[in-house]
Nanobody, 121 residues
Framework: VQLQASGGGLVQAGGSLRLSCATS????MGWFRQAPGKEREFVSAISWTGVSIYYAESVKGRFTISRDNAKNTVYLQMNSLKPEDTAVYYC???????????????????WGQGTQVTVSS
């Protein structure tokens, strides 16, 4: 499974970015991020059907995850960005997740290469 994340960049605080992750097949998908010197952390996830959606508390109300299965693409719309959102963002995929597994790094079988998001103050 190849995952291709894109859409990162440099943006001022308060700005927006939309990340995309192209995938293939029928997978539950997640977005994670890793800042320098920190562990990779959960951001958001969505089930294959789109029915189940999860967000980290730190991004609720600002980020929106969605997917277009016809295009095999998952999106992460990031609004009201803050400097603390600066990190490398990774998309991940797994064929079958349940509940808390969506939010757990080790539960995902496939990972993309990451895209850098930098938010300046």
């Amino acid at each position: 499974v190849q995952l291709q994340a894109s859409g990162g960049g440099l943006v001022q605080a308060g700005g927006s970015l939309r990340l995309s992750c192209a995938t293939s097949g029928r997978y539950d998908m997640g977005w994670f991020r890793q800042a320098p010197g920190k562990e990779r952390e959960f951001v958001s996830a969505i089930s294959w059907t789109g029915v189940s959606i999860y967000y980290a508390e730190s991004v609720k109300g600002r980020f929106t995850i969605s997917r277009d299965n016809a295009k095999n693409t998952v999106y992460l719309q990031m609004n009201s960005l803050k400097p603390e959102d600066t990190a490398v963002y990774y998309c991940a995929a797994d064929p079958d997740l349940r509940l808390r597994q969506f939010m757990t790094v080790d539960e995902y079988e496939y990972w993309g290469q990451g895209t850098q998001v930098t938010v300046s103050s």
